[in-house]
């Protein structure tokens, strides 16, 4: 059983960055890649990056991509999200997850952690 818990949400500026980490308890042989997720109010649950398990390869969304960088520290057994020149628009409560199929799609989540809230201002 994984539980996975997020932190490193909070209040920045338009330009701002902010790092969320996602702490990960337990190991699951299913999970086969780990990502972030974001929902805002009254939009859907959008996919933002994943890094797989077997051989750390990154994938992000496209409009993601230059903004953002997900990693993992194996040691600490800790998902990273670094997001960088935020915008009002990314204001949305974050997710990790582990997936066990078709990375940042959330059709196959094992576990969701219980979110982080970043609020980017203007």
């Known amino acids: 059983q994984v539980e996975l818990v997020e932190s490193g949400g909070g209040s920045v500026q338009t330009g701002g960055s902010l790092r969320l980490s996602c702490a990960v308890s337990?190991?699951?042989?299913?999970?086969?890649?780990m990502s972030w997720f974001r929902q805002a109010p009254g939009r859907e649950r959008e996919g933002i990056a994943t890094?797989?398990?077997?051989?750390?390869?990154?994938h992000y969304a496209d409009s993601m991509a230059g903004r953002f960088t997900i990693s993992k520290d194996k040691a600490k057994n800790t998902l990273y999200l670094q997001m960088n020149n935020l915008r009002p628009e990314d204001s949305a409560m974050y997710y990790c997850?582990?997936?066990?199929?078709?990375?940042?799609?959330?059709?196959?989540?094992?576990?969701w952690g219980q979110g982080t809230q970043v609020t980017v201002s203007s």
């Open positions: 997850a582990a997936e066990r199929f078709q990375c940042m799609g959330g059709a196959y989540v094992e576990t």
């Open positions: 337990g190991h699951s042989y299913e999970t086969y890649c």
């Open positions: 890094i797989v398990e077997d051989d750390g390869s990154t």
